[in-house]
């Protein structure tokens, strides 16, 4: 039973445009919602979160959309670079639970 | 923000064997966590690491497998016993220090079971 799902294993994005990769969840006790980056041989690194009071958090390039009344959430990127190419991770957690539930991941690759 | 030193970074093993992973933050952490990532696939929670009692396992995984030591807020090890192929997996500790805040993660140890 996945309760976060990444439905695109991959995406591919010209350098300078916007890079959206989506994350559906399927439980309602969720309200805490992250993205990681995970290159090659290195563990996975912290980018950017959101609180389920929330409907959009931006750190530089970097927004986060949530949609509650969908269950959705998405990461935007903009613009898109040729080092965002890695693969991405949405991860959520329930309320009073430390537990981060991961999803399968997207492979993102930005064309120079 | 916390560091993770992860070690080994990865090793090949004979079936049979155990490996004892080691997991070392720079700060004390309330919470310790060990995940699988089996090729092409997501992180896989194993089990939440409890300093002073026994681990808390998800569902699929149990101690005689994988069993966890958390002897102090800032150490974990994770052992992989009797290991097969089937083991063969980054395994990734992991370390939050409250909720509603990020997880910071080892670089993870890359295990190979011959």
């Known amino acids: 039973d996945q309760q976060v799902k990444q439905n695109s294993p991959s995406l591919s994005v010209q350098e300078g445009r916007i890079s959206i990769l989506n994350c559906d969840y399927t439980?309602?006790?969720?309200?805490?919602f992250l993205w990681y980056k995970k290159y090659p041989a290195e563990g996975p690194t912290f980018l950017i979160s959101?609180?389920?009071?929330?409907d959009k958090n931006e750190d530089g390039r970097f927004t986060v959309f949530l949609n509650k009344s969908a269950k959705h959430l998405s990461l935007h990127i903009v613009p898109s670079q040729p080092g965002d190419s890695a693969v991405y991770f949405c991860?959520?957690?329930?309320?009073?639970?430390?537990?981060?539930?991961f999803g399968s991941g997207t492979r993102l690759l930005v064309r120079p | 923000s916390a560091v993770i030193s992860q070690k080994p970074s990865r090793d090949i093993c004979q079936r049979g064997t155990s490996l004892t992973i080691q997991c070392q933050v720079d700060?004390?952490?309330?919470?310790m966590f060990w995940y699988r990532q089996q090729p092409g696939q997501s992180l896989t929670l194993i089990a939440t690491?409890?300093?002073?009692?026994?681990?808390?396992?998800e569902s699929g995984f149990v101690i005689d497998k994988f069993p966890i030591s958390r002897p102090n807020l800032t150490f974990s090890t994770l052992t992989v016993s009797n290991m097969s192929p089937e083991d063969s997996s980054i395994y990734l500790c992991?370390?939050?220090?409250?909720?509603?805040?990020?997880?910071?993660f080892g670089q993870g140890t890359r295990l190979t079971v011959v």
């Open positions: 991860a959520a957690s329930a309320q009073s639970s430390y537990k981060l539930i």
């Open positions: 700060s004390q952490v309330t919470m």
């Open positions: 959101i609180s389920s009071i929330k």
């Open positions: 439980n309602s006790m969720f309200d805490y």
């Open positions: 992991s370390a939050r220090q409250g909720l509603n805040t990020e997880a910071f």
């Open positions: 690491a409890n300093q002073g009692s026994e681990a808390t396992y």
